[in-house]
């Protein structure tokens, strides 16, 4: 069990081959394009959603039009096949999770999914394991930032994070949930 929670059997660190090599620093840093551009679900339901090929060709009927990187999108769009992006977070089917929930409680991106703007390839940010979700919903006020924030890789508080988490706590009306039936319905 030990060996079984250590980042290299999680596959914190290997990254995943994609089929496109699709770079979140080029899209999110570079551009500034927000996260929800992309997965436009994240704050409605409970999965964030892997962006269709059309809205990829939005920009990429214009942009790198020519690009043989972009031969396998315009080859998805062509053939109405969707393109199978290797899925990278997964939690085991006995617990529930919900994006939207967080996200408008004030839970940002990179408290689970760690620096995706600087990364490559989507590497798996944190261990996602059950200790890790408790230890948060133990402490919310170590993590909980505005809701504008949620999408801000680089947000920091102004001032100390438990004092700014606290007062987001009674503003966002934020409960600590740590019965078994939250996440083992
Ligand atoms: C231009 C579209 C686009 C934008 C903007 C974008 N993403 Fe993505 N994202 C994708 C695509 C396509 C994939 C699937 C391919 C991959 O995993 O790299 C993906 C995959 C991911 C995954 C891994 C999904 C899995 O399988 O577990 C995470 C986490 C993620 N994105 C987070 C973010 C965050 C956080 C932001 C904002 C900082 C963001 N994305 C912005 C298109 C986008
Ligand atoms: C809002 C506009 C926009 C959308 C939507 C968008 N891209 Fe891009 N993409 C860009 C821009 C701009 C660049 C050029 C970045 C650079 O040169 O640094 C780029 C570059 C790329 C490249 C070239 C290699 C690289 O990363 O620089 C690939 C491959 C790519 N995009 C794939 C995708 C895929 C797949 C999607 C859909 C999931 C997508 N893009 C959606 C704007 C977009
Ligand atoms: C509280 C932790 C947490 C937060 C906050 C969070 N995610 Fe996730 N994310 C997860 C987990 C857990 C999974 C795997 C879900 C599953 O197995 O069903 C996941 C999966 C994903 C996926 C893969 C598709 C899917 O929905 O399963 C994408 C894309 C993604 N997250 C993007 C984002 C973006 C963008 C944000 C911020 C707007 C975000 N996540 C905020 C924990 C989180
Ligand atoms: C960084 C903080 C943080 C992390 C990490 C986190 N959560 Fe949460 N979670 C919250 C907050 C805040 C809420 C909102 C609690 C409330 O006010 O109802 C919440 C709510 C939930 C709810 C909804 C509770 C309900 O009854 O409506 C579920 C389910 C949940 N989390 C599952 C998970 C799972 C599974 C993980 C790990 C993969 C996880 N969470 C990781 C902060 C977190
Ligand atoms: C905040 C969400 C959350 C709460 C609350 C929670 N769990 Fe879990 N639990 C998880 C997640 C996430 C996993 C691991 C899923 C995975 O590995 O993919 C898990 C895994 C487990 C496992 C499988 C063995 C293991 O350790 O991996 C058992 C058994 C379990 N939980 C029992 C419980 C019991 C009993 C409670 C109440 C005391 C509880 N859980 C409360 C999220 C939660």
Redesign the pocket.
């Known amino acids: 069990m030990l060996y079984a929670r250590t980042p290299y059997a999680r596959q914190m660190q290997e990254p995943i081959e994609q089929p496109i090599q699709f770079d979140h620093r080029h899209h999110t840093r570079d551009e500034g394009i927000d996260?929800?551009y992309c997965?436009n679900?994240?704050?409605k339901s409970?999965?964030?959603?892997?962006p269709p090929t059309q809205l990829c060709l939005n920009c990429h009927s214009q942009i790198w039009n020519k690009s043989p990187l972009l031969e396998q999108v315009r080859q998805s769009f062509i053939q109405n096949k969707p393109i199978e992006w290797r899925?990278?977070?997964?939690?085991g089917e006995f617990?529930y999770?919900n994006?939207a929930i967080?996200?408008n409680k004030g839970?940002?991106?990179v408290?689970?999914?760690g620096r995706?703007d600087e990364m490559p390839a989507v590497e798996k940010g944190?261990p996602?394991t059950m200790g890790f979700?408790l230890n948060?919903h133990r402490h919310p006020e170590r993590y909980l930032r505005p809701v504008s924030e949620?999408?801000n890789m680089a947000w920091k508080p102004d001032g100390d994070q438990e004092e700014v988490g606290r007062r987001l706590i009674v503003e966002n009306n934020v409960h600590t949930r740590q019965s078994c039936t939250t996440c083992h319905r």
């Open positions: 996260c929800r997965h679900t994240v704050d409970p999965s964030a959603s892997i899925r990278v977070n997964k939690v617990a999770f994006h967080h996200v839970v940002g991106c408290s689970c999914h995706v944190e996602l979700c948060c949620v999408t």
